[in-house]
């Protein structure tokens, strides 16, 4: 079984502030992690994507992740926010072995950007 | 090169009606995946193919929703007797191979009266 919980629905910061968005998984297997985000009227895109190299993550536009074993967490930051990054961002958890895949998707935080 | 595309767009039906929507994957992309994702919430898993071999249909809510991928590239999901629980944004999604990286469609908005 898995799951994953974005601990936060929304988050406001200023624009040149960094970014925090929370996310706890669980799985009972070694699972790949994925932070996409989704612009208002557009297609999902992938951000970043753990798959047991590195634990922490870089990707696209400034954002990394940081996947954390003992605390079961990867949490998407950012050091300086952007007005562009306004969107809402989904964390998925993801299993495969052979022909059997498995992807549970977050409840999705958005982040909202102020001048 | 295209992304993966989705037709129609947008889809209202009455109650009752069945539907059917298509999806274009990116040419190579051996996955195929299915998302339904309601207003406010993440998306959904509904299923997903390898090639046209329908690998896993678990998230099918019901009966009534049907997916087919017959020569394995382009795939159709089809609802059947729409309800007005089946409105929400349905979404395609291809890889190369399994779940590494999935790219997305824009999506069918269906609403149902």
């Known amino acids: 079984a898995q799951s994953v919980t974005q601990l936060d629905s929304h988050v406001s910061v200023s624009e040149g502030t960094p970014v925090l968005l929370r996310c706890n998984y669980s799985?009972?297997?070694?699972?790949?992690l994925f932070w996409y985000v989704q612009h208002p009227n557009k297609g999902l895109q992938l951000l970043l994507k753990?798959?047991?190299?590195?634990?922490l993550v870089k990707g696209i536009n400034g954002f990394e992740a940081e996947f954390k074993k003992s605390e079961t967490s990867f949490h998407l930051t950012k050091p300086s926010a952007h007005m562009s990054d306004a969107a809402e961002y989904f964390c998925?958890?993801?299993?495969?072995?052979?022909?059997?895949?498995?992807?549970?998707f977050g409840t999705g935080t958005k982040l909202q950007v102020i001048p | 090169g295209a992304g993966v595309s989705q037709s129609p767009r947008y889809k209202v039906a009455k109650r009752g009606q069945d539907v059917a929507l298509r999806c274009d994957p990116i040419?190579?992309?051996?996955?195929l995946f299915w998302y339904q994702q309601a207003l406010g919430q993440g998306p959904e898993f509904l299923t997903y193919?390898?090639?046209?071999?329908?690998?896993?249909k678990s998230g099918l809510p019901s009966d009534r929703f049907f997916a087919e991928r017959p020569e394995g590239s382009v795939s159709t999901l089809k609802i059947q007797r729409t309800q007005q629980e089946d409105s929400a944004v349905y979404l395609c999604?291809?890889?190369?191979?399994?779940?590494?990286?999935?790219?997305f469609g824009p999506g069918t908005r269906l609403t149902v009266l």
């Open positions: 999604a291809s890889s190369l191979w399994g779940i590494n990286e999935q790219f």
């Open positions: 799985s009972s297997y070694s699972p790949s």
């Open positions: 753990y798959t047991s190299a590195a634990t």
């Open positions: 998925v958890v993801t299993f495969s072995s052979g022909g059997y895949q498995k992807v549970t």
């Open positions: 040419s190579g992309h051996v996955s």
């Open positions: 193919f390898q090639n046209e071999a329908q690998l896993d």
